[in-house]
C-alpha cells in the first residue's frame, strides 16, 4: 500500500471560506479546507491527483508510491479573472513536497 497525503497551505484570502475537492483517478475521494489535511491508503501503482472547485482545477500529477502533496489558490486578486476562465485549469497550485 502507498500513503497518500494532501495538505492545503492557509496562506490564501482567496476561497478562504471554501473547500477543494481531491481527485484520485479522476474520482472525487474527499474535501480540504485550508490548514486541513486528508490521507489515503492506495494501492501500488501510478495514480492521477488533482485538485477541484467548481469548474477550476489544478493540474493533473501522477503520484506513485507514498507522496505528500500541498495545494493552494494559485490566483491573487488582479488576476482572478483571468484564472477561473483561460487559466482555470491552474486555478489551484498543487506541489509535491519532499522526496
Keep these: ?3 497518500l497525503r494532501v495538505y492545503r497551505e492557509p496562506v490564501a484570502w482567496m476561497d478562504r471560506l471554501r473547500a477543494y475537492t481531491v481527485l484520485i483517478n479522476g474520482v472525487p475521494s474527499g474535501t480540504v479546507k485550508q490548514g486541513e489535511g486528508l490521507e489515503w491508503n492506495l494501492p501500488p501503482g501510478d495514480h492521477r491527483i488533482q485538485m477541484q472547485l467548481d469548474w477550476a482545477t489544478s493540474p493533473e500529477l501522477i503520484v506513485s508510491g507514498d507522496a505528500t502533496l500541498h495545494c493552494r489558490a494559485n490566483a ?5 479573472l483571468l484564472y477561473i476562465t483561460i487559466w482555470r485549469n491552474e486555478y489551484i497550485r498543487l506541489e509535491r513536497v519532499g522526496s
Design 76 to 80: 491573487n486578486p488582479f488576476l482572478a
Design 1 to 3: 500500500m502507498a500513503r
